[in-house]
């Protein structure tokens, strides 16, 4: 399945933007994060260092724009006409509910610990989405992503690369 997925981005993005900039964007796009991103500059022979860079970068890069924005999004969504928009964000609001309380009882690190999970749906996205609904502060909200994102981004690398391949043993 991994590699029917990482051949699609592949044959669509490779040949045009190169492998850094295809790990770097792929990083930015919900669910995938730096979880999907960083498996795949080891597939591509990517050195792990730069992998972990280009992921750590675009894993941020959307985290200013959800703690900004996504209240409003949520807002226009759930009073949109369109029932795709009225069902998404519901989805969005039941996320939220559900995380809610564990996140806000640690608050910072709470969300840190919640975006350092590396499973799907518990990333950068999601964590910045829970902070903005609790009301976090910005940049307190940034740099506990900063730290889950880290965190993240050093066990996938762990577990893509191997300990071995970090140390140039392999």
Known sequence: MMHAITSAIQSF?????????????????PIIELRGAIPMGAVFGMPWYLTFILSVIGNLLPVPFILLFIKKVIVWMTASK?????????????????????????????VALFVAIPLPATGAWTG?????????????AV????????????I??????????????A
């Open 82 to 110: 369109v029932r795709f928009f009225n069902k998404f964000a519901g989805f969005l609001n039941r996320k939220v509910e559900k995380n809610r309380e564990r996140i806000a009882k640690y608050s910072f690190w709470g």
């Open 128 to 140: 910045s989405l829970v902070a903005a609904m609790i009301d976090m502060k910005f940049w307190k």
């Open 156 to 169: 996938v690398t762990v577990i893509s690369y191997g300990i071995a391949g970090l140390v140039g043993c």
């Open 13 to 29: 993005f490779l040949d045009t933007v190169g492998k850094e900039l295809c790990v770097l964007f792929c990083s930015m796009i």
């Open 143 to 154: 740099l506990s992503a900063l730290i889950g994102v880290l965190i993240a981004g050093v």
